[in-house]
């Protein structure tokens, strides 16, 4: 019974690395709403049109709308 199994227990490397404090919270929001199929389709096809994701293009195009009306 002196046999000493390797499974188990704490090891060393194990497990998720600790993540710095100052990377932890990134100053990013989410935000969510609904959309008719149809729209959703129209924005998914432009996104593909200019190789962006849907996330992507729809912060380019609210960018532009917002930058536009600061003017």
Known sequence: MDKKNNWGGKREGAGRKKIAFEDK?????????????????????TAKEHNLSIGQYAKKILLEHIEKNLK
Do not use: G, R, V
Not at 28 to 33: D, L, V
């Open 25 to 45: 919270k990134k100053p990013i929001k989410a935000i969510s709403f609904k959309i008719k199929e149809d729209l959703y389709i129209k924005i998914e096809n």
